[in-house]
């Protein structure tokens, strides 16, 4: 079980993907970026981008603490971990017009430092693309500062399209 959690949500558009994966890169060497968490091979899949994923769930993984990831078969495919050792990222993803948000997020044992210091790198990178404030539609007119923006998503927004939280009715814009 978690004793730790990490939390970030976002609104990313694919440019917004790009332009993290390339910080993560640059500042995180050893990272890996991983294209969901299930694979046809023992090898995970492992892409130079976010953007490059074809899986709505990607992973992140820090292959100087943790040079090889602890597998299991099922069938004949291979699963790794979704978190404790790597951070996931649910992505935002366009449905009818409308940007829906994504997650990292990563749950690790109170003694884990190095995953600690690791999400929390990861989350420091990322908020410095946060590119906005977003105010929900229709509802209080206080800024919500509880997601990270990308440049992608508040162009996305300043063009008229709408941002949503993927599972709460509640719209927000950039102002």
């Given at each position: 079980?978690?004793?730790?959690?990490?939390i970030k949500p976002f609104?990313?558009?694919?440019?917004?993907?790009?332009?993290?994966?390339?910080?993560?890169?640059?500042?995180?060497?050893?990272?890996?970026?991983?294209?969901?968490?299930?694979?046809?091979s023992p090898e995970p899949?492992?892409?130079?981008?976010?953007?490059?994923?074809?899986?709505?769930?990607?992973?992140?993984?820090?292959?100087?603490?943790?040079?090889?990831?602890?597998?299991?078969?099922?069938?004949?495919?291979?699963?790794?971990?979704?978190?404790?050792?790597?951070?996931?990222?649910?992505?935002?993803?366009?449905?009818?017009?409308?940007?829906?948000?994504?997650?990292?997020?990563?749950?690790?044992?109170?003694?884990?430092?190095?995953?600690?210091?690791?999400?929390?790198?990861?989350?420091?990178?990322?908020?410095?693309?946060?590119?906005?404030?977003?105010h929900a539609i229709g509802?209080?007119?206080?800024?919500?500062?509880?997601?990270?923006?990308?440049?992608?998503?508040?162009?996305?927004?300043?063009?008229?399209?709408?941002?949503?939280?993927?599972?709460?009715?509640?719209?927000?814009?950039?102002?």
């Amino acid at each position: 079980m978690a004793d730790k959690k990490i939390i970030k949500p976002f609104f990313l558009t694919i440019e917004d993907e790009e332009n993290l994966s390339k910080l993560l890169v640059a500042e995180i060497p050893c990272i890996r970026i991983l294209d969901d968490n299930r694979w046809d091979s023992p090898e995970p899949v492992i892409k130079k981008s976010i953007a490059e994923c074809n899986s709505a769930f990607v992973y992140l993984w820090n292959t100087q603490r943790t040079p090889t990831l602890p597998l299991i078969a099922v069938g004949s495919a291979f699963q790794g971990p979704t978190s404790g050792i790597v951070i996931q990222i649910m992505r935002s993803r366009v449905v009818e017009g409308v940007l829906l948000s994504g997650q990292m997020s990563v749950g690790f044992s109170q003694n884990n430092s190095w995953m600690e210091d690791f999400s929390k790198s990861v989350v420091r990178i990322a908020t410095t693309l946060s590119a906005s404030t977003l105010h929900a539609i229709g509802g209080d007119l206080a800024p919500v500062r509880t997601y990270l923006v990308g440049e992608g998503a508040r162009s996305f927004s300043s063009a008229g399209g709408l941002l949503k939280h993927v599972t709460a009715e509640t719209f927000y814009r950039v102002k």
